[in-house]
């Protein structure tokens, strides 16, 4: 699949088979190599918690999905910037934006007359907030000492220069910076979001998750991944919510290459699945 789109003033081409495996592939080494999925990453998101939760303790009320989405965007800054906001950060907050985009990201919304239309122009924002970011990049690069994604992938951009088809461009740089941010931050804050809701749907729950956290962790101290073998029926909890969850009702515009055969179950060229349509009562009964 492949669809065009505009990103610092350059037509690019998004997802193109040519170069995506080397894209991916790159993505998944980098971002391991600055603590994905290590020890050092763990070391961050209970510091990043422990922000969240000054903020929650504040004497004020305050909107769940705005700070979910500030902690979670900050791990992502860590990853891809190499550095984190504070929550009231101007620029931080131009990042938030991107969870208005997500939620109206079809193209054809722009060509309907709406206040949704207001949107699709913060979308230019986002953009010259990540190409500030490649600038500043650019200014202080140690090639000896890279920190973060961006100063890996330009990096890279010198090394394969003149071979365009691998897709190390400053346009790509930028398209792949913002796809970190709308896989990793959206996802991941309305699946806290969705846990949130469901705990206090479900107060019995609550109580039992609360009861195995107290008898393992205690009140002193912050969860480590390590205590996951001892906690199962709140590891069984997450999993449920994350199967409940409708994380993204809408997901972007993907559908199958070939036609498939998963499970015993045909999928056939073209097809689109949409979550939304598939959880609707009155029309799993017309089927």
Not at 41 to 70: G, T
Not at 224 to 251: C, F, K, S, W
Request: aromatic letters at 10%.
């Amino acid at each position: 699949l492949s669809a065009k789109g505009y990103i610092m003033g350059h037509q690019v081409k998004l997802f193109l088979p040519l170069f995506l495996s080397h894209i991916r592939r790159f993505a998944l080494s980098t971002l391991r190599n600055f603590g994905l999925g290590k020890s050092s990453m763990e070391q961050s998101i209970c510091e990043e918690c422990h922000h969240l939760l000054e903020e929650m303790e504040k004497e004020k009320a305050f909107h769940p999905a705005r700070l979910f989405n500030n902690a979670v965007s900050n791990i992502i800054c860590q990853l891809v910037m190499g550095r984190r906001f504070d929550y009231s950060d101007h620029n931080f907050q131009i990042l938030t934006l991107m969870e208005l985009y997500i939620k109206c990201h079809l193209t054809v919304m722009k060509h309907l007359p709406g206040p949704h239309n207001k949107i699709f122009s913060y979308y230019k924002y986002l953009e010259g907030f990540i190409s500030q970011e490649i600038q500043r990049h650019k200014k202080d690069l140690d090639p000896n000492n890279p920190r973060d994604y961006i100063d890996t992938f330009i990096l890279e951009m010198h090394n394969h220069q003149g071979e365009s088809n691998l897709g190390f461009s400053e346009a790509n740089l930028a398209l792949c910076s913002l796809d970190l941010f709308v896989a990793g931050t959206e996802t991941t804050s309305t699946t806290l979001l969705w846990a949130l809701t469901f705990l206090i749907k479900n107060p019995d729950v609550q109580e039992k998750v609360q009861a195995e956290i107290d008898r393992v962790i205690g009140q002193t101290r912050q969860p480590t991944m390590a205590d996951r073998p001892n906690m199962p029926y709140t590891d069984a909890v997450i999993h449920e919510i994350q199967r409940m969850g409708n994380i993204v009702p809408l997901n972007g515009l993907r559908m199958a290459a070939k036609d498939t055969t998963l499970g015993g179950y045909f999928i056939p060229k073209f097809f689109q699945n949409k979550v939304k349509t598939n959880k609707s009562v009155a029309l799993s009964k017309v089927n």
